[in-house]
């Protein structure tokens, strides 16, 4: 018996060595295959931001400084997040948004960033409208490996694709090739003269549209320089007016598309112009200050249906409801700025809403990626995400107007939406 | 297209030309290179601008209010800052000149961010056919505007005493001192005058552009191509020189490329330096020592 006794104690330390043991190669074993497979940091890391009745997110963006004009596209989510709350939130929590202003100055914007993270202990990344600022922090958001939804138009943040990082809006590429695409709709349009900045501003436009062109069999006619600061386009309206084109296609900001639109109007050139989406078709109109001038005028269009009606007028009741005075522009009317914002927000609640009860970050990031066909309700596009592809949105509409002189949004040259 | 580069380019030349004769005025009068000489025309446009538009006045009545406020700014300029600094080396003077015109800039973004502000349209909107050329009212008035006020300083400086007076601080200001002019005084107007002239600029410019706090940059460093062009220091060659700086950046641009537009006030510049350094209608100084 002894013998057994001692045969039962030896078999029962046995079985506790091998119990320990078992639990320490399992242990070795679970920590190595987190190495191998590269995993996010896990655990207090991976659920940052969470607690049980609120999630924190990092709303970064311009507030402050020259481009502050751009925070509207914040404060378009800002309402979102609050409406979303009045509904009681997403599986129990509630947002929490914390601000932090960027002043769309790189340096800031990496401060910005890393106080949202490690100072703030936020959740994801919002929002981020200046594309060099969101470039600048975009290592240390890789790094970090938070989720990132942002606006900057850059396709460079999110392709090739990035774990953690998601456009749920339009990059320059899209836009670039909604350009050229409304310009080929033309029937017979097949001279089509690209009219640019030398900047990498306007190539991020452009040569996704000469890409688009030469897909189609168009190559452009011309390229021609009108720089940041001209105010004179006596030139390039002349060249366009000797090559009699079909179509013109400025890759210019605002001020330059102003001044390209008056001096094709005072030489007499009668031919449609798309601008790029970094200008505003109210605001350009308001620049040219010539109605003459603007009638064969176009710009890449990001919404689903026209301002103003039924589809888009929730929305802006939505602002006017949950943003406060100093939130909301000095006339009380939110700007096209506001509206495009907005899908950032939607994606995120819908990615948490799908990412269920218990999100963390590869949750989130694995919800993201089932996003297929996924209407915002604000968008022209419907937002498809894979494992490969975090753009979301590809094609969009023009807007100009029609012969009463009233603005409408088209799908395709002639084709007013109805 | 040739005749209608030559009359658009004339008529963006006249602006150039208006920049370029008052900077060589200031010029000849002080020995001094306004490097802040662009701020100032950005100064008239932007004043006239928040008379017009925030004030409601008339534009004539604001354009006339511009021009003796950047005057007056122009007599301060000198008063406070150069006339202290005067008897230093002309680079404190530069820099002087530099930092006023970055004072400015800085000022007006303050004011107004980097926004590009449009100008209410003032001048008829009218456009005349001749033959294949297009001409607009735009540039009617503000080449008549331009060539006329030229008229009357050729007028002021060779027929009227005044103006031959000025021509002998031109000529030496020792000279003059000794003969009992009183040069502090001449250089006092003159600052004041160019700034008025460049006020000009921006007053006939705001309502055929868009208005900038760096919009001076352009006008600099266009007014100082001219100025080369013409003759550095020579006011019927600062005139000239404008007028064709105008012409060749818009035949560039048509006929070799339209990146030559913005980049060819430089080559300008850089070719008359190596070819011809004292400009199309320069003479070459000699001193007998």
Redesign the interface.
């Known amino acids: 018996m002894a013998f057994c006794h001692h045969t039962d104690e030896a078999i029962n330390s046995a079985e506790v060595n091998m119990k320990t043991r078992t639990g320490f190669l399992t242990a070795v074993g679970l920590a190595l295959l987190a190495l191998a497979l590269g995993a996010i940091p896990a655990g207090a890391d991976s659920m940052q931001g969470i607690t049980d009745t609120t999630i924190k997110i990092g709303n970064i963006g311009p507030y402050t400084?020259?481009a502050s004009s751009y925070s509207a596209l914040n404060y378009g989510p800002l309402a979102y997040f609050r409406y979303v709350n009045s509904q009681g939130g997403v599986h129990g929590r509630k947002f929490e948004i914390v601000a932090a202003d960027d002043a769309c100055k790189e340096t800031t914007g990496i401060a910005a960033a890393k106080k949202l993270i490690h100072q703030d202990k936020v959740f994801m990344l919002l929002v981020q409208p200046c594309s060099g600022v969101a470039m600048a922090t975009k290592p240390v958001v890789v790094e970090e490996g938070l989720p990132w939804i942002g606006v900057s138009a850059n396709p460079k943040l999110t392709t090739p694709t990035v774990k953690n990082m998601f456009h749920v809006t339009y990059t320059g590429v899209y836009s670039g090739r909604a350009m050229a695409r409304f310009a080929l709709s033309k029937p017979n349009a097949k001279k089509v003269i690209l009219v640019a900045h030398?900047n990498d501003w306007a190539k991020g436009y452009c040569d996704p549209a000469t890409e688009y062109m030469k897909e189609h069999g168009v190559e452009p006619l011309m390229n021609?320089?009108?720089?940041r600061?001209?105010?004179?386009a006596?030139?390039?309206s002349?060249?366009i007016k000797?090559a009699n084109a079909d179509f013109v296609l400025g890759c210019l900001y605002?001020?330059e598309l102003?001044?390209l639109l008056r001096d094709l109007h005072?030489?007499?050139v009668n031919v449609p112009v798309i601008g790029a989406l970094g200008a505003d078709f109210e605001s350009t109109h308001?620049?040219v200050?010539?109605p003459a001038a603007v009638k064969n005028f176009y710009l890449p269009y990001q919404f689903k249906a026209p301002m103003g009606s039924p589809d888009m007028k929730k929305w802006e009741d939505m602002f006017v409801k949950f943003l406060e005075k100093g939130e909301l522009p000095e006339n009380g009317v939110p700007t096209n700025f506001y509206y495009f914002g907005l899908p950032t927000a939607i994606a995120t609640v819908e990615a948490f809403k799908r990412a269920g009860p218990q999100p963390s970050r590869e949750k989130f990031i694995a919800a993201m990626e089932t996003f297929k066909d996924f209407d915002t309700g604000v968008l022209a596009d419907k937002v498809n995400v894979t494992h490969d592809n975090h753009v979301g949105v590809q094609d969009m509409y023009a807007v100009g107007l029609n012969e009463q002189g009233k603005q409408t949004v088209y799908s395709a040259w002639g084709k007013p939406l109805l | 297209m040739l005749p209608q580069l030559v009359v658009s380019g004339l008529a963006q030349g006249v602006l150039y030309a208006l920049v370029a004769l008052s900077m060589t005025m200031v010029y000849r009068a002080t020995t001094v290179v306004n490097f802040g000489h662009g701020d100032l025309v950005m100064g008239g446009a932007f004043v006239v601008y928040v008379l017009v538009v925030y004030a409601h006045l008339p534009y004539l009545l604001g354009g006339l209010l511009a021009l003796t406020i950047l005057f007056a700014l122009g007599v301060g300029i000198h008063q406070g800052l150069m006339r202290r600094i005067m008897t230093g080396p002309h680079l404190a003077i530069a820099m002087m000149a530099l930092a006023v015109g970055y004072g400015l800039r800085g000022g007006a973004r303050v004011l107004w961010g980097r926004e590009v502000l449009p100008f209410p349209r003032i001048f008829p909107d009218h456009a005349w056919m001749l033959g294949d050329v297009v001409v607009t009212s735009d540039n009617l008035i503000v080449s008549g505007t331009v060539l006329g006020l030229m008229a009357v300083l050729f007028v002021l400086f060779n027929v009227t005493r005044t103006g031959r007076l000025l021509q002998a601080v031109f000529q030496s200001q020792r000279g003059a001192a000794l003969v009992g002019l009183n040069v502090d005084a001449v250089h006092r107007v003159m600052w004041g005058v160019g700034a008025a002239l460049a006020a000009l600029g921006g007053v006939l410019l705001a309502p055929i552009t868009l208005l900038y706090p760096d919009m001076g940059v352009w006008v600099l460093v266009r007014g100082f191509a001219a100025m080369t062009l013409g003759g550095f220091g020579t006011l019927h060659g600062a005139v000239l020189g404008g007028l064709i700086l105008g012409v060749v950046e818009l035949v560039l641009g048509a006929y070799v490329s339209t990146a030559f537009i913005d980049i060819s006030a430089y080559v300008v510049v850089i070719a008359v330096l190596l070819l011809r350094p004292d400009g199309l209608f320069g003479q070459q100084v000699v001193v007998r020592v």
């Open positions: 400084g020259d030398t021609l320089a009108l720089e600061g001209s105010t004179d006596t030139a390039q002349l060249r000797t605002e001020a102003a001044i005072k030489y007499g308001k620049r200050n010539n």
